[in-house]
């Protein structure tokens, strides 16, 4: 399934989104690079992941983010 990740950024810069699993492991990379400030969005494509819970961390210069993604077929 694909999960869409929402989020706004309050200034324009370097911007990693990644996703890791339960166990931290990095299990993809949404986002590496620049983007200018405003909302944006990142599909997260998880067809070859198992059910389960996820975590995203969204770094943007000294802003970092987290959050939990449900992932069920």
């Given at each position: 399934?694909?999960?869409?990740?929402?989020?706004?950024?309050?200034q324009?810069?370097?911007v990693?989104?990644?996703v890791?699993?339960?166990?931290?492991?990095q299990?993809?990379?949404l986002v590496n690079g620049n983007?200018?400030?405003?909302?944006h969005?990142?599909?997260f494509?998880?067809?070859?992941?198992?059910?389960?819970?996820?975590?995203?961390?969204?770094?943007?210069?000294n802003?970092?983010?987290?959050?939990?993604?449900?992932l069920?077929r």
């Amino acid at each position: 399934g694909k999960t869409n990740i929402h989020y706004n950024l309050t200034q324009s810069g370097e911007v990693s989104l990644n996703v890791f699993d339960i166990d931290g492991r990095q299990v993809g990379t949404l986002v590496n690079g620049n983007q200018e400030s405003g909302p944006h969005d990142a599909i997260f494509d998880a067809l070859d992941l198992k059910n389960g819970v996820y975590f995203y961390r969204l770094q943007s210069g000294n802003d970092v983010k987290t959050g939990k993604l449900m992932l069920a077929r």
